[in-house]
T-cell receptor
Framework: AQSVTQLGSHVSVSEGALVLLRCNYS??????LFWYVQYPNQGLQLLLK??????LVKGINGFEAEFKKSETSFHLTKPSAHMSDAAEYFC??????????????FGSGTQLTVLP | NAGVTQTPKFQVLKTGQSMTLQCAQD?????MYWYRQDPGMGLRLIYY???????DKGEVPNGYNVSRLNKREFSLRLESAAPSQTSVYFC??????????????FGPGTRLTVL
């Protein structure tokens, strides 16, 4: 079974400061990893994903994440926070299901607050 | 191109009532999914449909049924609503569900309250 742990349900940073959101996963097979963002009262949208190849993945809005197999981590970073980054962020791992569709297993989410 | 749409946006039910949540996508995607989102628990998969004509249970299927009406539409039915089903429900779709790298596209959600 696959699982995802997001450390810190709430993270606050000042505008212009580094954003670091932590994600650790467990998987018995090479994982495919995703970060999604959810703005208030909206659905989720993809920020970035790791499949194979380069372990540093760049996404939208200046976010990036690094896949570290030895640490089973996929932390999300952004060098300089903007007020518009305030949202909830979900890490997810793609798992093999018994049927023919792959399923996403989500972490519990991290609410990011950006302080002026 | 509206993406994934869901109706209704909000719903209040009394315990024991039934209702159907509707989901449609206009991206010609093969696979569709229903999730529920509860505070502190992330999203949990209720049911999914790998392709038209097939449905399978996810992590939390009890109390729900689904219908893949056609390639575009995937509905979720609560036969006898319970307060534990108060949640935000999201529908999602992927182009090719069997390919793990596919991005899931989400609808805006339905906020359901069961009294």
């Amino acid at each position: 079974a696959q699982s995802v742990t997001q450390l810190g349900s709430h993270v606050s940073v000042s505008e212009g400061a580094l954003v670091l959101l932590r994600c650790n996963y467990s998987s018995s097979v090479p994982p495919y990893l995703f970060w999604y963002v959810q703005y208030p009262n909206q659905g989720l949208q993809l920020l970035l994903k790791y499949t194979t190849g380069a372990t540093l993945v760049k996404g939208i809005n200046g976010f990036e994440a690094e896949f570290k197999k030895s640490e089973t981590s996929f932390h999300l970073t952004k060098p300089s926070a903007h007020m518009s980054d305030a949202a909830e962020y979900f890490c997810a791992v793609s798992s093999i299901s018994s049927g023919s569709a792959r399923q996403l297993t989500f972490g519990s989410g991290t609410q990011l607050t950006v302080l002026p | 191109n509206a993406g994934v749409t869901q109706t209704p946006k909000f719903q209040v039910l009394k315990t024991g009532q039934s209702m159907t949540l509707q989901c449609a996508q206009d991206m010609n995607h093969n696979s569709m999914y229903w999730y529920r989102q509860d505070p502190g628990m992330g999203l949990r998969l209720i049911y999914y449909s790998a392709s038209e004509g097939t449905t399978d249970k996810g992590e939390v299927p009890n109390g729900y049924n689904v219908s893949r009406l056609n390639k575009r539409e995937f509905s979720l039915r609560l036969e006898s609503a319970a307060p534990s089903q108060t949640s935000v429900y999201f529908c999602a779709s992927t182009e090719r569900g069997a390919v793990s790298t596919d991005t899931q596209y989400f609808g805006p959600g339905t906020r359901l309250t069961v009294l």
